[in-house]
């Protein structure tokens, strides 16, 4: 089956502007995460769905990064105001199930860079 | 609070010779623990997984990680490298406590040298 899709794959944009990242998980899969990876380092948490609400928010790094999943599928990251220091991969991930530890499905990500 | 280290970032081996590359993990209850590749410009593939039972884990790709309590370690094995297995291998903790998100080491990169 189809596995977990982003996109953009690239976004290239100016310091300043709003950009808008999207995230289509597994089908079924009731668990959302967003991760961040800079060059050189693992994937570090932002934020975690557990259907339509955000039950984990502690790794978004200021509030210029909000995110959404209205209908419990689709998900959109938000980043308003970017930064030279937001150039990134944004990576997402589903699982089937949140309540519990659950493998991760990986989407490829989306290479992000602020000029 | 939970953390993983992976003490090796690049690491080559030879096609054909076996692979080890070593994770160490600090969790306060039973973790979760997990293998993931990454290939250029690819997400991550998960190779195997440890939540309970045989500490030794078979995986996909010829893989296997054995935990060991008593270390706080997970390390990856391969008795022969395929000149394919080179990539960004990361291994991850997780933490049910804290939202179940991953905890994930920097990462070991392994070229293969024919």
């Known amino acids: 089956g189809a596995g977990v899709s982003q996109t953009p794959s690239n976004k290239v944009t100016e310091k300043g502007k709003y950009v808008e990242l999207r995230c289509d998980p597994i089908?079924?899969?009731?668990?959302l995460y967003w991760y961040r990876q800079s060059l050189g380092q693992g994937p570090e948490f932002l934020i975690y769905?557990?259907?339509?609400?955000?039950?984990?928010d502690s790794g978004l790094p200021n509030d210029r990064f909000f995110a959404v999943r209205p209908e419990g599928s689709v998900s959109t990251l938000k980043i308003q105001r970017t930064e030279r220091g937001d150039s990134a991969v944004y990576l997402c991930?589903?699982?089937?199930?949140?309540?519990?530890?659950?493998?991760?499905?990986f989407g490829p990500g989306t290479r992000l860079t602020v000029l | 609070a939970q953390s993983v280290t992976q003490p090796d970032i690049h690491i080559t081996v030879s096609e054909g010779a076996s692979l080890e590359l070593r994770c160490n993990y600090s969790?306060?209850?039973?973790?979760?623990l997990f293998w993931y590749v990454q290939s250029p410009g690819q997400g991550l593939q998960l190779l195997l997984k440890?939540?309970?039972?045989?500490?030794l884990v078979q995986g996909i790709k010829g893989f296997e990680a054995e935990f060991k309590r008593s270390q706080s370690s997970f390390n990856l094995r391969k008795p022969s490298v395929h000149w394919s297995d080179a990539a960004e291998y990361f291994c991850?903790?997780?933490?049910?406590?804290?939202?179940?998100?991953?905890?994930f080491g920097t990462g070991t990169s392994l070229t293969v040298i024919p």
């Open positions: 991930a589903s699982s089937k199930t949140g309540r519990r530890i659950d493998t991760q499905y």
């Open positions: 089908s079924g899969h009731t668990a």
């Open positions: 769905f557990q259907g339509t609400g955000a039950a984990d």
């Open positions: 969790y306060g209850a039973t973790p979760y």
């Open positions: 440890y939540f309970s039972g045989d500490t």
């Open positions: 991850a903790v997780g933490a049910q406590n804290t939202g179940n998100q991953f905890y």
